[in-house]
C-alpha cells in the first residue's frame, strides 16, 4: 500500500508540481491551498508526512505544524520554507518538524528527504509499538505477580487453618482418649463419694448444721459429675441419630431459649434466613451448635448490641454465620479458642466452642473465626447437605 502524503501550500502551482513529482514516485498524494483545510485532511485521511508551507495566509505553516505535532504525532511534518536562516531552522526543529526544504527545490532532493523522513517515521513508531508492546507486557507481569501472590497468601491462608483445624483435631483425639479413662477413674470413688454421704446423711438428721454439710457435699459430687459429662461430649461423640434436619428451624429453636435473655439485655437480633434444603444431621447436635455460639454472642454483649445471624447456600453447603458486636476475641486468645477448658468467663467451663468443634467436624464442615478487638466476632460455618458423615 503506498504512503500517503499531504501538501499543504496557497500557491496552487507548488501543489501541482510537488503532486506531478510524488505520484511519479508511487506515493497516494493529497493537497489543501490552507492551514484549515490541512488540518482537515489530517484529521480524515492520516496521512504518513505532510509538506507544508511556513508562510501562508489566516493560519500560517507553524500554527499548523504545531496542531499537527499535538494531536496527530504519527503524522510527521516537513516545511517548506523560502527564508533559510538558522533562526528559523532551529525554530522548526524545536516546533516538531521533521526536517525542511528550501524553496525553490531540487526535485530528488524532495523525494530523498520524503523517503528519509518515512524511514525514520517507521523506526520510531515501531519502537513506539515496541515501547507500548514492553510496558503492556510489563503491567500483564506486574498483574501476574499479584495475582500469584494473591494465591500463595490464600494458600497459605488455607494451609494455615487446615493445620489449625489437624491440630484440633489431634487435641480433641488425644482429650477423647484422655477422657474416657478419667470419667471411669475418677466416677468410681464420686460413686463412693455419693454413696457414704447418703449413708450418713440419716445418722446426722438431728444436727442440721452437720445435714446441710452433707447436701454440699451432695452438691459438689454432681458438679464433678456434670463436668466429665461435658469432658465427654467435646471429645466423644454421643449416641445419635441421623434425620433431614432444617436448620433455619434448629436456628429459630435455639434462639427461642434465648428469648428473656436477648430481651433483658436489650440485644437487636437481625436475621436473614434464606430457604436452604435440609441437611442430613442429628437434630440435638445441630441444635447444640447454636445454642453453644448464641449463648457466647449474648454473653458478650451484657449491655445490648447487635446478633446478626445469615443463612444461605451453594451448590453442595450450608453456610451460616453468626455475626456480634461484643468486644472481640483479644489477639492472644484466637489460637486457643477451640481448646477444651479454655474460657474467658468467670463462671465457664470452657467446653462449649470444643462441643462446636467436634460437632461440626464430625459432619465434614468447617467452621472458622473472624473478630476485630472492639468491633465484634463473626462465627462461619460450613455444612454440607448430608454425604460421607463420620
Known amino acids: ?31 489543501a491551498s490552507s492551514g484549515e483545510d490541512g488540518l482537515k485532511m489530517v484529521e480524515q485521511n492520516a496521512p504518513s508526512v505532510v509538506l507544508l508551507d511556513y508562510m501562508m495566509p489566516v493560519m500560517d505553516g507553524m500554527t499548523v505544524l504545531r496542531e499537527i505535532r499535538r494531536n496527530y504525532p504519527d503524522t510527521y511534518v516537513i516545511m517548506f520554507t523560502g527564508k533559510g536562516s538558522e533562526e528559523i531552522a532551529v525554530e522548526l526543529m ?18 530523498d528527504r520524503i ?30 505477580n499479584l495475582e500469584l501472590e494473591r494465591r500463595v497468601d490464600q494458600k ?60 454440699k457435699i451432695l452438691k459438689e459430687v454432681d458438679r464433678i459429675d456434670d463436668i466429665l459429662i461435658k469432658l465427654l461430649a467435646a471429645s466423644k461423640r454421643p449416641r445419635f441419630e441421623l434425620q433431614q434436619v432444617s436448620v433455619a428451624d434448629m436456628i429459630e429453636k435455639s434462639l427461642g431459649g434465648f428469648g428473656a435473655q436477648i430481651e433483658t439485655q436489650n440485644i437487636e437480633v437481625n436475621k436473614s434466613l434464606n430457604p436452604a434444603p435440609t441437611i442430613l444431621a442429628d437434630p440435638t447436635e445441630i441444635e447444640q451448635i447454636f445454642n453453644n455460639l448464641f449463648a457466647n454472642s449474648i454473653y458478650e454483649m451484657p449491655k445490648g448490641g447487635l446478633l446478626n445471624i445469615r443463612l444461605d447456600r451453594n451448590d453442595d453447603h450450608v453456610n451460616i454465620s453468626i455475626t456480634d458486636t461484643g468486644p472481640g476475641i483479644p489477639s492472644e486468645n484466637r489460637n486457643k479458642i477451640f481448646d477444651p477448658f479454655f474460657t474467658t468467663k468467670k463462671k465457664g467451663t470452657g467446653f ?25 466476632t463473626t462465627f462461619h460455618i460450613q455444612l454440607p447437605f448430608g454425604q460421607d458423615l463420620h
Open 1 to 31: 500500500m503506498p504512503e500517503r502524503v499531504l501538501v499543504v501550500d496557497d500557491e496552487k502551482i507548488i501543489l501541482e508540481l510537488t503532486s506531478m513529482i510524488l505520484k511519479s514516485k508511487g506515493y497516494e498524494v493529497l493537497t
Open 156 to 215: 497459605s491462608g488455607e494451609l494455615e487453618r487446615a493445620q489449625a483445624e489437624i491440630i484440633q483435631a489431634e487435641k480433641l483425639a488425644t482429650l477423647g482418649h484422655l477422657s474416657a479413662g478419667m470419667a471411669h477413674e475418677i466416677r468410681n470413688p464420686l460413686n463412693s463419694i455419693s454413696l457414704f454421704a447418703q449413708i450418713l446423711k440419716p445418722v446426722l438428721e438431728s444436727d442440721p448444721e452437720k445435714v446441710s454439710y452433707i447436701d
Open 352 to 376: 462449649g466452642l470444643s462441643v462446636v468443634l467436634r460437632i461440626v467436624k464430625n459432619y465434614n464442615g468447617h467452621i472458622s473465626v473472624d473478630t476485630h478487638e472492639g468491633k465484634g
Open 94 to 111: 524545536k516546533a516538531g518538524a521533521s526536517d525542511y526544504i528550501l524553496k525553490p527545490f531540487n526535485n530528488q532532493d524532495l523525494v
Open 115 to 144: 523517503d528519509n523522513v518515512l524511514k525514520i517515521r517507521r523506526i520510531e513508531i515501531t519502537n513506539k509499538e515496541l515501547r507500548k508492546e514492553r510496558e503492556k507486557l510489563l503491567r500483564e507481569i506486574e498483574e501476574w
